[in-house]
């Protein structure tokens, strides 16, 4: 395990006198942390189920996570999927109703050292009405682009009703569509498609999209004022030259309009049939 030390110094002022603080920090730069996506949780007997597992670096290094990852379910190996970019899938199906506690091992690289997952639970049923499945788990975008979801719907019965689609916990500026906007379960399973998109900054304009020789016109009057007065005609050009544009005769106001903000979410897609509803995660990034 590589070790980072990081020194700071604080300083606490009582009185007359300050105190100088030295904090060494010992910082894991080989460490990382691994996290456990489900497509579909609860999923129906034989269903197929994908598990995502990212592999998160420190802050600040640079390198990115390379290797294999094992999954076991109650601790009897079900497989391994090698890490791509930091992210490791595996896809498989359960023939057995009830919990499966699921952990993710991950054999570490060159740069990074091994770790496992905090213990997830999948649930597996045959009592529900219909269950979803969303892939991918991941999705990362930049403000003001998009991203597809392939959705698919699973029922165990044949006189299921149709389902409508939603999204929940969605960051500003971030919205979903759906198409279709509801499907009929089936053992098979019945596709949809959401698609998640996200604001970016609006580009400002130039509030000064006039012709220069009109904004010119209005310096014509300083010509003939008296130089006592000069400063205070200045000023009202000032202020005219500002609400001008805002007046509607063909200038822009300049608009200050934030997109989706940096960062990750967890976002949740919903399926209902207004008796039962089901949902699934999505981490969403926003670069």
């Not at 996506?37 to 802050?59: H, K, R």
Request: net charge neutral.
């Amino acid at each position: 395990m590589r070790i980072k030390e990081s020194l700071s110094i604080t300083n606490l002022r009582h009185g007359r006198f300050t105190y100088k603080f030295l904090t060494l920090l010992l910082l894991c730069a080989g460490c990382v942390q691994a996290q456990v996506l489900s497509s579909s949780n609860p999923a129906l007997e034989g269903q197929p189920v994908t598990f995502t597992v990212e592999i998160d670096a420190p802050i600040g290094v640079t390198a990115i996570p390379t290797g294999m990852v094992t999954f076991t379910d109650n601790d009897q190996n079900i497989g391994t999927a090698p890490v791509q970019n930091g992210v490791a899938l595996f896809t498989t199906q359960f023939s057995g109703t009830g919990d499966h506690v699921i952990v993710a091992q991950y054999s570490g690289d060159p740069n990074f050292t091994p770790s496992s997952s905090p213990p997830f639970t999948q649930h597996i049923t045959a009592a529900d009405a219909f269950t979803l499945s969303v892939s991918p788990s991941l999705i990362t975008q930049q403000a003001g682009n998009t991203s597809t979801l392939n959705l698919t719907v699973f029922g165990s019965g044949d006189n299921a009703g149709p389902v409508r689609f939603n999204c929940e916990d969605l960051p500003a500026g971030v919205t979903c569509s759906f198409q279709p906007g509801s499907v009929v379960p089936n053992p098979q399973g019945t596709a949809a498609t959401a698609t998640v998109s996200s604001s970016g900054k609006a580009t400002s304009a130039s509030l000064f999209s006039h012709s220069p020789i009109l904004y010119a016109g209005f310096l014509m009057p300083l010509v003939f004022v008296r130089r006592r007065r000069w400063l205070l005609s200045l000023c009202i050009f000032a202020l005219l030259c500002a609400l001008f544009p805002i007046a509607g005769c063909g200038g822009k106001v300049r608009v200050l309009q934030g997109g989706t903000p940096a960062g990750s979410y967890m976002i949740r897609v919903t399926a209902t049939d207004g008796t039962n509803t089901q949902q699934a995660g999505v981490k969403l990034t926003i670069s």
